[in-house]
């Protein structure tokens, strides 16, 4: 994601790209959040084209956040350490819904 194909909200200063994708959003020493805050509104457009937004820690999903699949899927809830942890909601494109604790 360069130039004009930046998303709202993202520009040169906060964004950082790797092999994994590009992130968008507060950042330290020009990586995700390195430090003991929860930053909000971070988001990453993953390689494969799904793309996580939400609160990050320590260069990790954690708190809330969504994260969607690029066939479909949407999971909204916690996250701990990049996985699904807590409360949330998986529903796929066809209708279907789990709702419960993650762990």
């Known amino acids: 994601i ?6 709202p909200g993202c520009n040169e200063k ?3 790209v790797s092999q994994e ?3 968008c959003g507060p950042m ?3 990586k995700k959040d390195t430090s003991d ?3 909000e509104g971070g988001r990453m457009f993953y390689a494969d084209g799904d ?7 320590d260069g990790w999903k ?3 956040g969504t994260y969607y699949w690029k066939k479909g ?9 990049g996985q699904r942890n807590g409360h949330g909601s998986l529903s796929w494109k066809d209708g279907r819904k789990y709702e419960g604790e993650w762990k």
């Open 2 to 7: 360069t130039g004009d194909n930046l998303p």
């Open 14 to 16: 906060n964004r950082h």
């Open 21 to 23: 994708g590009t992130y």
């Open 28 to 30: 330290k020493d020009g």
């Open 37 to 39: 805050y929860v930053y």
């Open 51 to 57: 793309k996580y937004e939400g609160e990050w820690k």
């Open 62 to 64: 954690s708190g809330h």
């Open 73 to 81: 899927r949407k999971y909204v809830g916690e996250w701990k350490d």
